[in-house]
């Protein structure tokens, strides 16, 4: 895939973010549209929200906190002592992929909004991309690869996963950890577990 919107949209970001983001969210862009492909997620949405998913990354943290509190997002979101850019540039990165980008398909703003650690009643496409932030082919970090294989055959395994070893290391660290990734953790696992393994007929 290979649109007219996707090259501006990849024009203009090279020339808002540094060359590494780049490179990246054109990984995260790639891995996103072969996820999709696998998993029948819609091409379109999960390329445009891989590529543009950073696309707040490196803003100054003053101006993210700014368009936090203007997406009224400070009224359910972090508390201000982990207000942090990991934490901030998913959401505002969905309003800049609107008026910065010209992309404002609810799908790919969600998938940007959602990208970084998730969240509760994911839709497939925010599944591809979130994932796909954390396989793509430039990440190394351990596990990463256990995480890849899970990837290929259930993205809610491969996700819990994901997001279990995000609390490890911010555990490890010793770092604030948004409340939110135990939540969204939690209700992905509890669907996991409800939900019928191939061959079991003890629900009809």
């Known amino acids: 895939m290979d649109s007219e919107a996707l090259r ?16 990246h969210s054109r990984r995260v862009e790639e891995e996103s549209m072969r996820l999709a492909a696998r998993f029948g997620a819609d091409l379109e ?14 803003l100054p943290l003053d101006r993210l906190i700014a368009l936090w509190h203007r997406l009224g997002l400070d009224r359910r979101g972090p508390d201000p002592i982990v207000f942090s850019s990991a934490l901030l540039h998913g959401p505002v990165g969905a309003l800049i992929a609107c008026e910065e980008y ?5 799908r790919v703003q969600s998938a940007i909004s959602r990208h970084r650690v998730g969240a509760v009643d994911m839709t497939l496409e925010d599944k ?22 899970l990837a290929e055959g259930d993205l809610d395994a491969a996700l819990i ?7 490890k290391h911010l555990v490890d660290s010793g770092a604030l950890i948004d409340a939110d990734v ?11 577990r409800m939900m019928p393994k191939a061959g079991d007929t003890s629900a009809s």
């Open 45 to 58: 949405v999960c390329a445009t929200a891989g590529l543009l998913h950073d696309c707040a990354r490196d």
């Open 8 to 23: 501006q949209a990849r024009t203009r970001l090279q020339m808002a973010i540094p060359q590494s983001r780049y490179e």
């Open 128 to 149: 591809v991309v979130c994932l796909a932030d954390y396989t793509e082919p430039g990440r190394c970090f351990p596990g990463v690869d256990s995480i890849r294989n």
């Open 161 to 167: 996963c994901a997001l279990g070893a995000t609390i």
């Open 102 to 106: 010209g992309v404002c398909d609810p």
């Open 182 to 192: 135990v939540v969204i953790r939690n209700d992905l696992l509890r669907r996991s």
